[in-house]
């Protein structure tokens, strides 16, 4: 699976961005999709989760209500909405594919496999 993220930049607090992760070459249903950032000088974080099949989802605590997390099958993409956005969202994103992760292992970067190269995102304040 090769994965290719976009949509980062620069935008300031209180705004919005939209990121994307398009998935090519071998791909399955039971794939889950996740979006991580890290800072610098800080460990990845989760941040956001989804079932290809069924669309299960799961959004970390930090970015709930503010982040969605959502999948174009026919596309074979995952969207990041984010809206919001404070200086703390500051990051390099990155998504990752995984599968057979249940739902309690979203968030753990460990299960993931394949991984894209990341997008920044950069909010100012």
């Known amino acids: 699976v090769q994965l290719q993220a976009s949509g980062g930049g620069l935008v300031q607090a209180g705004g919005s961005l939209r990121l994307s992760c398009a998935a090519s070459?071998?791909?399955?249903?039971?794939?889950?999709t996740g979006w991580f950032r890290q800072a610098p000088g800080q460990e990845r974080e989760f941040v956001a989760a989804?079932?290809?099949?069924?669309?299960?989802?799961r959004t970390a605590d930090s970015v709930k209500g503010r982040f969605t997390i959502s999948r174009d099958n026919a596309k074979n993409t995952v969207f990041l909405q984010m809206s919001s956005l404070q200086p703390e969202d500051t990051a390099v994103y990155y998504c990752?594919?995984?599968?057979?992760?249940?739902?309690?292992?979203?968030?753990?970067?460990?299960?993931?496999?394949?991984w894209g190269r990341g997008t920044q995102v950069t909010v100012s304040s």
């Open positions: 989804i079932r290809w099949s069924g669309g299960t989802m």
């Open positions: 990752a594919v995984g599968s057979g992760l249940i739902w309690s292992s979203f968030d753990d970067d460990r299960r993931y496999g394949y």
């Open positions: 070459g071998r791909t399955g249903n039971n794939y889950v």
